[in-house]
């Protein structure tokens, strides 16, 4: 697996595909196991989905960080890929489409997210959570990621602390770019950072973002 999936990996999403199916086939009770979901061995390449959704993945892990599609991304990019009716808990780093933006070796690769979307779903970190967003969890230590024109549409978004609409968090010494992002989604977390497009992040650009949905911030706190 290591030595097979690597920077010029590519996948192609061919068809719609029935993500409730498939997360039962990986674990009736716990559902879909996220690509890369190891920080030794996280997804390289690009996985492209053609246009097409999938409907119904699901991942009841609270124990687990990160949870999302992808979980560990380095340097990777995933586009054109669309996740409805999702449903997403996990204990942190819990994202629609990627769960951690990391990079190897302080190489600061730039994980790249272009043309998505999770709409209608759930998106949940456990208590004592962090770090859920829409569309990232996070963007680890001294990485970059970039978020073009991704949408976060009608999902419920909520952790203990550093939730946002399309990003939950950017931790220290880490860049963010987002741009043409947009967010209908209610965004809550229990005590602080909770924002429309961002929760928490420490250099950020941001341009052409919008964000509709409610947000309900520090509420216990």
């Not at 931790?171 to 950072?193: F, G």
Request: net charge neutral.
């Amino acid at each position: 697996y290591k030595d097979k999936f690597t920077d010029n990996t590519y996948f192609l999403q061919l068809i719609d595909l029935n993500g409730r199916a498939i997360s039962k086939r990986v674990s009736s009770e716990y559902g879909w196991m996220p690509i890369g979901w190891q920080s030794t061995i996280p997804f390289r390449g690009t996985y492209d989905g053609g246009g097409h959704s999938i409907t119904g993945l699901w991942i009841n892990r609270e124990y687990m960080a990160p949870v999302a599609f992808v979980g560990f991304s380095d340097g990777a990019s995933v586009r054109n890929l669309s996740l409805k009716d999702a449903s997403l808990k996990g204990d942190l780093a819990v994202g629609g489409i990627v769960g951690v933006a990391t990079s190897s070796q302080g190489k600061r690769k730039i994980t790249y997210i272009d043309n998505c979307s999770v709409s209608d779903s759930r998106i949940a970190g456990a208590p004592d959570s962090y770090a859920v967003g829409g569309i990232l969890g996070i963007v680890d230590y001294e990485s970059q990621a970039l978020i073009h024109r991704c949408r976060s549409l009608r999902n419920t978004i909520s952790a203990h602390s550093q939730a946002g609409g399309v990003v939950g968090a950017g931790v220290r010494t880490s860049m963010l770019s987002a741009y043409n992002c947009e967010n209908s989604s209610d965004v809550s977390s229990e005590y602080n950072s909770c924002g429309g497009i961002v929760g928490m992040c420490d250099s950020l650009i941001a341009g052409g973002c919008v964000n509709r949905g409610f947000i309900n911030g520090a509420y216990k706190f």
